[in-house]
């Protein structure tokens, strides 16, 4: 392992199989190597359909890759991710990794303060002081107050997008990846996001994010241009 990285993607393959139409199965990544630094943001580009999101769900865990590595550094220790039990990938999640997607997924009637301060409360850090945190947070993303006691799942796209980004950024995640963060949300919230990403990234969070919004482009250090069925590299 690098002295300076953080996370290494090394010779990653994914393919997805299709059974519901006669098994096709087709590569999306091919011989994908990446390495990321404290205090780096790593943009991915490629076109539509060339597996930006898939990569990132690979890192987070979400999709089993079919060969490669992900290393991490998990508090002291190197883990590489795929090997993982469940149990160990919880652990990586909830202190070394955090991810905000396009979509917010809760259980219904379940408050947005407290949808928000999960990953906290989880970590047990003190009901007060975790409502706080995340109440300073929406403030800043302009979330109504009348808003915090009611469950997301009535709110907007952009609402629901912003209760997701304060989940993710209500803890010092040494590591944060991002799905097109600011997709749903309006000119003046994507402005207060790039600010709060640029004070995380500057503080030493690591990010790999999609980002199609040029404003939030000008927090990245590099850029790494996934192409179909061909290794990916940096540009």
Same mark, same amino acid.
């Given at each position: 392992?690098?002295?300076?990285?953080?996370?290494?993607?090394?010779?990653?393959?994914?393919?997805?199989?299709?059974?519901?139409?006669?098994?096709?199965?087709?590569?999306?990544?091919?011989?994908?190597?990446?390495?990321?630094?404290?205090?780096?943001?790593?943009?991915?580009?490629?076109?539509?359909?060339?597996?930006?999101?898939?990569?990132?769900?690979?890192?987070?865990?979400?999709?089993?890759?079919?060969?490669?590595?992900?290393?991490?550094?998990?508090? !002291?220790?190197? /883990? %590489?991710? +795929?090997? &993982? *039990?469940?149990? =160990?990938?919880?652990?990586?999640?909830?202190?070394?990794?955090?991810?905000?997607?396009?979509?917010?997924?809760?259980?219904?009637?379940?408050?947005?303060?407290?949808?928000?301060?999960?990953?906290?409360?989880?970590?047990?850090?003190?009901?007060?002081?975790?409502?706080?945190?995340?109440?300073?947070?929406?403030?800043?993303?302009?979330?109504?107050?009348?808003?915090?006691?009611?469950?997301?799942?009535?709110?907007?796209?952009?609402?629901?997008?912003?209760?997701?980004?304060?989940? !993710?950024?209500? /803890? %010092?995640? +040494?590591? &944060? *990846?991002?799905? =097109?963060?600011?997709?749903?949300?309006?000119?003046?919230?994507?402005?207060?996001?790039?600010?709060?990403?640029?004070?995380?990234?500057?503080?030493?969070?690591?990010?790999?994010?999609?980002?199609?919004?040029?404003?939030?482009?000008?927090?990245?250090?590099?850029?790494?241009?996934?192409?179909?069925?061909?290794?990916?590299?940096?540009?």
């Amino acid at each position: 392992m690098r002295n300076t990285s953080i996370l290494q993607v090394e010779n990653l393959h994914k393919s997805f199989t299709l059974h519901q139409q006669g098994g096709v199965n087709f590569s999306v990544l091919e011989s994908v190597w990446l390495n990321l630094n404290p205090g780096e943001c790593i943009a991915l580009s490629g076109a539509s359909g060339t597996g930006k999101s898939t990569l990132i769900r690979c890192i987070y865990g979400n999709y089993r890759v079919d060969s490669g590595s992900i290393w991490l550094k998990h508090q !002291a220790d190197w /883990v %590489n991710l +795929p090997k &993982l *039990l469940p149990h =160990e990938l919880l652990a990586v999640r909830q202190k070394t990794i955090g991810y905000v997607s396009q979509f917010l997924r809760v259980i219904p009637r379940v408050p947005a303060l407290q949808v928000a301060a999960e990953p906290l409360l989880e970590m047990g850090i003190d009901l007060e002081i975790a409502y706080r945190r995340v109440k300073e947070l929406f403030t800043r993303l302009n979330l109504p107050e009348r808003l915090w006691n009611l469950s997301p799942t009535t709110f907007s796209g952009g609402e629901k997008q912003r209760v997701n980004i304060v989940r !993710a950024l209500s /803890v %010092n995640y +040494p590591i &944060l *990846l991002l799905d =097109e963060p600011t997709s749903a949300l309006d000119a003046n919230n994507r402005q207060v996001v790039m600010e709060l990403l640029e004070e995380r990234r500057l503080e030493g969070c690591a990010m790999i994010g999609i980002f199609h919004d040029q404003e939030l482009k000008s927090i990245q250090n590099s850029q790494f241009q996934i192409n179909p069925s061909k290794a990916s590299s940096y540009e």
